[in-house]
């Protein structure tokens, strides 16, 4: 059976920076970079099972998060853009949120 991340609780406040806690044993990063590269990219989506979806918004666009603390995200609790799909991260970057998507392939099983 081929590994599969699997919904987990996420917690009430993202706090600008919220990883799932199993990225981290299938992560392909190298450590010090600031970039995946496109194999990185991919091997890390074989690794978790999962289709990762990328959603990058802009601070004006979520009323929740006031506009004078960019880092509280106690408010808002972001909605998945496609049905099936759970979150699988939330962090800051200097254009605003992005968050990843996790959207299970159907021939993977939890592992």
Same mark, same amino acid.
């Given at each position: 059976?081929?590994?599969?991340?699997?919904?987990?609780?996420?917690?009430?406040?993202?706090?600008?920076?919220?990883?799932?806690?199993?990225?981290?044993?299938?992560?392909?990063?190298?450590?010090?970079?600031?970039?995946?590269?496109?194999?990185?990219?991919?091997?890390?989506?074989?690794?978790?099972?999962?289709?990762?979806?990328?959603?990058?918004?802009?601070?004006?666009? !979520?009323?929740?998060?006031?506009?004078? +603390?960019?880092?509280?995200?106690?408010?808002? @609790? $972001?909605? &998945?853009?496609? %049905?099936?799909?759970?979150? !699988?991260?939330?962090?800051?970057?200097? +254009?605003?949120?992005?968050?990843?998507?996790? @959207? $299970?392939? &159907?021939?993977? %099983?939890?592992?």
């Amino acid at each position: 059976m081929k590994y599969q991340i699997q919904p987990t609780q996420v917690p009430d406040d993202l706090n600008s920076c919220w990883f799932h806690p199993d990225i981290e044993k299938h992560d392909t990063i190298g450590e010090n970079a600031e970039f995946y590269t496109k194999e990185q990219w991919a091997q890390l989506q074989i690794n978790l099972g999962v289709e990762i979806l990328v959603e990058r918004l802009e601070y004006w666009d !979520i009323p929740e998060i006031p506009e004078d +603390d960019c880092a509280d995200w106690s408010n808002w @609790k $972001p909605q &998945a853009p496609i %049905k099936d799909a759970f979150l !699988i991260a939330g962090f800051d970057t200097e +254009d605003g949120p992005c968050l990843w998507w996790a @959207k $299970p392939k &159907a021939e993977s %099983k939890e592992g």
